[in-house]
């Protein structure tokens, strides 16, 4: 999954500098490289296999990606990449609901800061440069409330997920 994200953040960077986001770039940039750091590290400590899931995620991102290069629209990109990186996010938001030990509170905590400030550093505010930024910072939230509320109701060890529970991503 790791990969595609990789591929997802790097056409939402460029949709975004078509766009004329301004300093936000900078925090897709840092998603870019985050991810495919996480995607490298994956071959080697990774778990988990390829997926009909992912598949599918890869087929849309192609469509994002095709749809852009044909429209030149990089609303449409973005809208694309959202609703992958939505399915992709429901089955992480799943996953720490059944084990919501399984994710490091406080990696998503900073990532929900700085996505609040990747909203702050639009520069031309509109609907184009704001639906991506106001998405993460949506998303992340409620992953971060959901890990926060679950944790207060599970004190298990981190360790005891049952590997279908981790395969889950």
Do not use: C
Not at 37 to 55: E, T
Not at 63 to 77: D, H, K, Y
């Amino acid at each position: 999954m790791w990969w595609i994200y990789t591929g997802l953040f790097a056409l939402l960077f460029a949709a975004q500098r078509g766009a004329n986001s301004g300093w936000v770039v900078i925090v897709t940039a840092a998603y870019v490289i985050d991810s495919a750091l996480n995607a490298i590290l994956s071959i080697k400590y990774g778990f988990g296999s390829f997926h009909k899931r992912d598949a599918v995620s890869i087929a849309i991102a192609i469509l994002g990606m095709s749809a852009w290069a044909v429209t030149s629209n990089p609303l449409l990109a973005i809208l694309m990449i959202i609703v992958v990186d939505g399915a992709g996010f429901w089955l992480t938001l799943v996953k720490t609901w059944h084990a919501p030990h399984s994710e490091t509170l406080i990696t998503w905590q900073l990532a929900l800061l700085g996505n609040v400030f990747g909203v702050l550093a639009v520069r031309n505010r509109s609907f184009v440069t704001l639906v991506y930024p106001v998405y993460a910072v949506a998303a992340v939230a409620i992953l971060v409330g959901l890990m926060m509320a679950r944790r207060r109701e599970i004190t298990e060890d981190p360790t005891d997920y049952p590997s279908t529970l981790l395969d889950a991503r």
